[in-house]
C-alpha cells in the first residue's frame, strides 16, 4: 500500500484467498445472455446502462484530451431500485476512425487503486490508440467513485507483524479498524466486492454503447478481469491479465504467497550482490550477504536507523517489500543503509531505489484526479477500500485470533523475511459477511497473461494459477524479467510489448505460451 498504508494490498494487485466459492448471480444482477456478447442488460438495469455521459475536463493537471464524467449504479445489485453510488470514468479517444474497434477499460490493481489516470500514464503504443478509447475508472469506493472512508489515523493504517508480545494489542488493532469501517460504512460494506465492481464495469459497457469490452488489469487486476470473464463471458472481447494472482487463493492465501516470493527474490538478490562484493561490500558468498542484511536488521531493531529523514527500524526496512523487486537497486539500498547505520547521519535514498509498492499496480496512482465535481478521496481512502473489498470478497477469512498466530509463527519460521507479516492478523477476522460467496474462476474465454519470472508481489506460480483457471489463456513469461508490472511499463519489454500489442490489435492469441528474454538480464 501507498502512504503509510499496508503494503499487503496488491497493485498487480491484489487480493486472493484459499478456497474459491462458486454462486449463481442473482436474478436481477447484470448476466449475459447465454454466449451472445450482444444480450442486453436485463430491463431492472435500463435506467443505468441508458445514461447519458457529460464529458468535461478532468481537472487542471490532466492533459486537454482526458475527459471525464460520472454515472450511477446500483450498491446492491440484487436490489437496482434502492440506493445508488456514483462511479468516475476517463476516457482518452481513439486516435483513428476507420481503424476504430471498441473500448480499452484499465485497471491498475489495488483493490481499490483509482485508475483515472491511466490511459495517458500508460505507454501504450500508436496502434492500440488509433484501435481503441481508453477508458479509466476508480473502482466503487474508491477515488472519486463513492470514495469510502473508516475514519482511520496514519497508525490504523499501518502494518503490524506478528511479535508475542504484541498481539493482543495487534488483535484489538485489527478489530477496531472493523469496528471503525462498521460504523462509518456498515451499510456499504458488504456491496463492496469484485463481483459488483466486474459488473460496474458491464454498465460502463452498455453506457459507452459496446457489445463487449477489452480489458488490460494489472495485479488485482487480473483477478478483477477474470471475475468479469466468468459472469460475462460473451462480452469480453480481448482481455489482458498483467501480473496475475492466484484465483484460488484470495487474499490470505495471495498474502502468504507474497512471503513466499519475496523469500526467493532475497535467494536470488543474494547471490547477485555477493558476485559484486568490490561494488556494495556486503559480502562475497550469498550466505555473508544475507548475514549483513539480518545484522542490519538487528541492529535497526535496537536502534533505528536515520536514513532519507526517516527513523527506521528493522520491521520499517523488512515492511518494505519492494526492496528486492529489482537486485541492483536493492543492493543500492541495503548498501546506502548499512553506510548509515555505520555513519549515524542521514544518507539519501539511492536514485535507482525501487519506491514502496502495494498489492496494487505497477503504475502511479498515489494521487486522485478526480472530476471537477468532485471532492477529493478522504486521506484512508485506499486503506479503507482495500480492507473492505479483501475482507467482503470471500467467506474464507478465519474469525479466530488465535489461527493468526499458529500461521504466523509458521510462516516467520518458513519465510523470514516477509512471513510475519504476511500471516499477521488483519481486520478481515472481525468483518461483517459480505453480500455473496467469492467467484470459482473456471472458464475457456481467450486471454493473455503476462507474468514477469522475478515478480515477488505476484509470483509467477500464482500467474501460472491463473493460467490453469483461465482455460483459453495463453502465458508470456519474460524469463529474467524483474519488478511488479511487464507491458507498457517504462524500459519495460519490447518483446512482450509487442506481443501484448499484436493481440490487442488483432485478437490472435499465441497458438502456445510464450516466452520473452528480459531485456538487459542483471542475473
Known sequence: MRNGNTRRTLLLAAGLTAACLSSPIPAPALAASGSSGAATAAAPLREYTQQKLHWKPCDAKSPRALRCATLKVPLDYSDPGGRTISLSISRLKATGTTERRGVLLLNPGGPGAPGLQLPTELQFPAEVKRQYDLIGFDPRGAGQSSPVSCGLTAEEQADHPYKAETF?????????????????????????????????????????????????????????????????????????????????????????????????????????????????????????????????????????????????TGDDIRADNSTFFHVEAGAERIAALKKAAENGTPAPAPSGTASTSGTSGTTSTTSTTGTSDQAEAPDDNYASIAWSVMC??????????????????????????????????????FWPRGSEPQTTIDNTVGALITQNEWDPQTPLFAGRAMHHALRGSRMLTVTGGEGHGVLYMPGGNSCADKAGTLYLTTGRLPAEDVTCRATADPA
Request: one cysteine or more; glycine letters at 6%.
Open 168 to 312: 493482543t494489542k495487534d488483535v484489538e488493532w485489527a478489530r477496531t479498524v472493523a469496528e471503525k469501517c462498521r460504523a462509518k460504512a456498515g451499510d456499504l460494506l458488504p456491496y463492496l466486492i469484485t463481483r459488483n465492481s466486474a459488473r460496474d464495469m458491464d454498465v460502463i459497457r452498455a453506457v459507452l454503447g459496446e457489445k463487449k469490452i477489452s480489458y488490460l488489469g494489472y495485479s488485482y487486476g487480473t483477478y478483477l478481469g477474470a471475475v468479469y470473464m466468468q459472469l460475462f463471458p460473451g462480452r469480453a472481447d480481448r482481455f489482458v491479465l498483467d501480473s496475475a494472482t492466484d484465483p484460488t487463493r484470495i487474499y490470505r492465501g495471495t498474502f502468504q504467497d507474497m512471503a513466499k516470493g519475496a523469500e526467493q527474490a532475497f535467494t536470488r538478490w543474494a547471490e547477485w550482490t555477493a558476485r559484486r562484493d568490490l561494488t556494495y561490500g556486503l559480502g562475497d558468498t550469498p550466505a555473508e550477504v544475507r548475514a549483513t542484511y539480518w545484522k542490519l536488521i538487528a541492529r535497526a531493531d535496537r536502534e533505528p536507523i536515520t536514513f532519507d529523514g526517516q527513523a527506521l
Open 392 to 429: 467482503a470478497d470471500t467467506r474464507t477469512w478465519s474469525h479466530d485470533p488465535e489461527r493468526y498466530r499458529r500461521e504466523a509463527i509458521r510462516d516467520k519460521a518458513r519465510y523470514p523475511l516477509y512471513g510475519d507479516f504476511a500471516s499477521a492478523i488483519t481486520p478481515c477476522a
